[in-house]
């Protein structure tokens, strides 16, 4: 890709970023919310972190593949549950999806 | 890990504990980042270009998409326009994140652009409101590895070697899996998480990526009901 392309689209990829993190601390300046929205944040981080989960282990552009990687991910997940670290686990899921394809 | 500090009165003190608390995360960031930069100069930005990209955009999800499109033989509108959509879970991460900001417009959109996963999730109380600069301080480890890890893998690639022989896209979801661990102590928060997943792989085939995981945040919905009681 061109120089001039390649900077385009680290500006615009910046310039979409910001303005998508910015919208929801600017839209909601200074506003009372509701009480019932507390209990709804509160549960976006497992509703969206089980979704990415999934997602980045699963999906395949837009069809779904199980891969060497699902199963590194799937014993580090193993490891995770019986206390590793997560740096060690994340050895471990690259770790093992790299000797499953390797073999 | 630690938890946020809510009774310690000095942002300096919360910074810290947030950098503490994000330090396995920012390893764990600042190897994926040695694979985004080995993987943005195969499909052909300079090093420079990489690295500034790392910089400057600092979502890993999204500059991973972008330059997947480009890989592909994809336009830089498309490119942009999977950022954007990978990016959509940070609008209600900021709704989330918003009544926990003070300042006027201005301040408020600058405090909203530290926003990453592991700094948002390490940084939400039980109660639904948000220790901002625990959150600053995580973001400010990850940030720090994130950049330094795309100079290496955009200086060193060729010392690396392919990030798919060494399994290094395995290491997102493993990272998504360490933070989630910590999120579903609850009954309900486990019902909420299964939901959310259940959702974004229904979607997966029918919605372009990005998209999944937005409505996935619908299921957090099952706390109107909770606080209706």
Known sequence: MSTGAAWALVGLCAVVTAAIKAAGPVALGGRELPAWFNGVISLMAPALLAALVCVSALADGDHLAVGADTAGVAVAGLALWRGVSIVAAVIIAAAVTALLRAV | ?229
Not at chain 2, 129 to 148: K, M
């Open chain 2, 1 to 229: 890990m630690s938890e946020p500090a809510p009774d310690d009165p000095t942002p300096r003190a919360h910074f810290v504990a947030g950098v503490r608390a994000a330090i396995p995360f920012a390893v764990a960031g600042g190897i994926l980042s040695l694979s985004f930069g080995v993987l943005a100069r195969e499909v052909g930005l300079s090093a420079i270009a990489a690295i500034a990209m790392s910089a400057v955009v600092f979502a890993g999800s999204a500059q991973f998409a972008a330059i997947a499109i480009i890989g592909a033989g994809g336009g830089i509108g498309a490119a942009v326009g999977a950022a954007a959509l990978m990016n959509s879970r940070f609008l209600p991460m900021g709704v989330a994140f918003a009544p926990s900001l003070p300042g006027g417009p201005l301040a408020r959109a600058a405090q909203g652009q530290p926003v990453v996963d592991a700094s948002w999730a390490l940084a939400l109380r039980e109660d639904g409101s948000f220790d901002r600069w625990y959150l600053f301080g995580a973001s400010a480890a990850q940030y720090a590895t994130w950049v330094s890890g795309t100079i290496a893998g955009a200086l060193g690639g060729d010392l690396l070697g392919d990030p798919e022989k060494l399994g290094l896209d395995a290491i997102y979801p493993t990272f998504f899996l360490a933070l989630l661990g910590a999120e579903v102590r609850s009954g309900r928060a486990k019902g909420v998480a299964a939901a959310g997943a259940l959702i974004a792989l229904v979607l997966v085939p029918l919605a372009p990526p990005g998209i999944p995981v937005l409505v996935a945040s619908l299921a957090a919905l099952a706390g109107v009901r909770e606080r209706a009681r």
